[in-house]
Every structure is written in C-alpha cells, then in structure tokens.
C-alpha cells in the first residue's frame, strides 16, 4: 500500500533557508509546500489541507504569530493544523506570547535540521489521529463515515461499495493530491487508472453542484485528485 507522505507548509522570507530545509525534509521523506510571506501562505492553504506548518515569525508583510492566531481562529478545516514556529528571538516573552497565540512548539534560529526534524515527528506523533473525521461536510451533501450514508439536505443518496470506499479514502487525505495509484494502492481491488476515473465522475454527479467547476471533488493536473471539504 502506498504511504501518504506528511504534507507540510514552510514559510519563510528567507530563500536560502528555504530551499535548505526544502531539500533536507523532502528527503526525510515529507511532501512540502513552501511559501516565502504569509501572503503566500494564505494563497496556499486556500487550496490545500497540511498535516503541520513552519512558520518564521519575523517576515514583512505579516508576522507568524499573526498567522497562527487566524489560523486557530480560522475556519474549521484548517484551525486544528499543528504549527511551529521559527524565529531569531530567543526571549522567553517571544515564546510565550507563539504559544499563547497556539503554536504547538517553538524553535529559535540558528538550529540543527535535525533537531528541527526530531521536533515535527514529535508533533506529528502527537497529531496522529486528529485527521479523522465522523462527518464530511460537503456544501449541500455531508458524508456519515460511520454510517456509510450520504445524504444531500436530509435525502440519502445510495452509495455503491466502490464510491463509499474511495469517499472514506478522501477522508482520510483531504486537502491532499492522491494519484490514480494511491487511489487504487488503498482501494486495494482491481482497479485501473480508467475505471477511478469513471468512478471519481459518478462521485462527482452525486456531491457536486457543478460538474463542469467541481468545487469539492477537484482534479489536480499532473497529481490526481484533491477532496476540499467545507470541514
């Protein structure tokens, strides 16, 4: 089966650090998104759903505290993310005040790569599980995981095996790009690149509103697929 690699968010005005640490993860064996001001990294987590963030707190246009504050006072889907924050300050007042704003941890530059590695596993290990979800908000259609029951304002919708299974798989990578492979990897069936297709189209005429600007069940040119979930 194949194992989903972690999707994190760096955010740094720092390009060398970027592009460091970049290199460094993503051959630790993480899937990573960088962003270089928090314009940016807004623009990011529009699209996407990331298992942590790194986030400098000195940048131009708006500091990490900041971000992480509207990140926990954000919208559902993205509040519970688990941050940690880089910055040159080392003050105790500084930390206080990231992990007041709900920073998970904090680590003051310069640092080993390898401490900062051993941090996000840390964190990681501790977020296991909160990715879950019992209910797939989905505009008008929600999805009862448990229940295995769609429903579109309080009407079910019949769900074949196939379709219930590939939701439950979306579920538990939303906000993530999974290739036709993974889909199948995890299905763990016979199934070909032609028939997810086809099966991703029938989904679609179930949750969608528009199927010709899905809005929920999107294709990722060149990756797969990516379910955006109101929560």
Known sequence: MTVTKPHLLLVDDDERLRDLLFKFLVDKGFFISTARDVTHARALMDTFIFDLMILDVMMPDEDGFSLTDSIRNGPTRMKDVPILLLTAMGETEDRIIGLGKGADDYLCKPFDPRELLLRLQAILKRSQGSNEVSILSLGKVSFDIKLNRLEKEGASIPLTTVESSLLKIFARHRGKPLSREDLASEYGGDMNPRTIDVQI???????????????????????????????
Do not use: C, F, H, S
């Open 201 to 231: 189209n029938r989904l679609r005429k179930k949750i969608e509103d528009d199927l010709k600007i899905p809005r929920y069940l999107q294709t990722v040119r060149g990756k797969g697929y990516i379910l955006l979930p109101d929560a």
